[in-house]
């Protein structure tokens, strides 16, 4: 009981301090004001501060103090990458770092995550090619979250309810210390999020999302290294960032356009500009991620449903993605 009551006052303050650090941040004179300027990727046209990120690692630090048992080995690689990330992204939000140096970090907090946790690559031909996989995984899963950054509530959301999943999975094996890192995680979202739900008050900036892909890749491989799920469980649970932001990378470069320059072709931004909007479209994100989760964790139940219902929502996603391209296409003449 009083180990519970720890855990739900760990909870409260990581929440509460996100907001409430989210709050002192919009504040003009704060020295965390750091505002985002609209380029032309944006879907903003107002500069609104990007420190949302800040807030949130603070608040998930400070909750994590709180814990009634001395963390394990695979908690501290992950913090201590957390904090390499989230620092050399900061920098990068207030100096502008050359892209280079932003992605030999990432490859360094990659292999660091990746070699420290000792994931099983079974699966794979030989444990040089998984170690491989979940290496370029995790840094695309770190840019993969910034450019998913860029919709009022949308990253927000997504952890919220993704690092819910994760820590309901953790519960089924009674693996009190992945659950609770993963539901403090959850809380800073849901602070942020009171001023990031559209219209947005604040992003996360880089210090935020490229953080939070991170946390999505190492807390997917520590999962995994505990025999809590397998491959297709985080891959499915963040599925919504993950087949959005893939297939438009492979759409764009298909079509012989530049994948690394910035755009507004991603299916969210196709729709906020086609007439859906940030609240519309985000709501529906929300649905869409919530009953993929919940199928997700009745797959981690019954097993022997998992190959139906990856087929079916490869199914889903191959009809939502038809159906969106009818739209914008219909609706967006001349404005990407």
């Known amino acids: 009981m009083i180990a519970l009551s720890i855990v739900a006052g760990q909870l409260t303050l990581t929440g509460i301090l996100s907001w409430w650090l989210c709050r002192q941040f919009i504040n003009p004179d704060s020295p965390f004001h750091l505002l985002d300027h609209p380029n032309e990727r944006s879907l903003h046209h107002t ?10 690692i603070i608040a998930i630090m400070c909750g994590m103090l709180l814990t009634p048992f001395s963390y394990s080995e695979s908690v501290w690689l992950l ?36 070699f420290g946790l000792d994931v099983d690559t079974s699966i794979f031909v030989n444990h040089w ?7 370029l995984s995790t840094i695309w899963l770190i840019n ?10 949308f990253a927000g959301g997504m952890g919220a309810i993704g690092f819910s999943l994760f820590a ?17 995680i959850a809380a800073a979202n849901v602070g942020f ?8 008050k604040i992003f996360m900036g880089d210090a ?48 012989g356009e530049k994948v690394w320059q910035a755009h507004r072709e991603h299916y969210y931004q196709r729709l906020a500009l086609a007439g859906w909007g940030h609240k519309k479209t985000v709501v529906h994100e929300y649905i869409l991620m919530f009953f993929v989760g919940m199928s997700a964790i009745g797959m981690l139940c019954w097993s022997e449903a ?5 087929g079916f929502w490869a199914l889903v996603y191959s009809l939502l993605a038809y159906k969106a391209d009818m739209f914008c296409k219909k609706n967006m003449e001349g404005k990407l």
């Open 47 to 56: 500069p609104i501060p990007r420190s949302g990120g800040i807030a949130m």
């Open 79 to 114: 913090v201590g990458g957390s904090l390499v990330i989230s620092a050399v992204s900061m920098a990068d939000d207030w100096f502008d770092l050359p892209a280079s140096v932003r992605l030999l970090v990432h490859m360094a907090a990659s292999v660091w995550v990746v």
């Open 129 to 135: 090619v998984g170690l491989l996989f979940f290496t």
């Open 144 to 153: 993969l979250y910034n450019f998913m950054d860029g919709m009022d509530g």
């Open 168 to 184: 309901i999975a953790g519960v089924f094996h009674t693996d009190i210390e992945f659950s609770l890192v993963a539901i403090l």
């Open 193 to 200: 999020l009171r001023f990031n739900f559209p219209p947005a």
């Open 208 to 255: 935020g999302s490229a953080t939070m892909g991170f946390l999505v890749a190492g807390l997917s491989m520590w999962g995994l290294s505990l025999n809590l799920f397998e491959l297709w469980f985080p891959l499915l649970v963040f599925s919504p960032f993950i087949f959005d932001a893939t297939a438009t990378l492979i759409r764009r470069a298909l079509k």
């Open 306 to 310: 998992v190959m139906i219902g990856l």
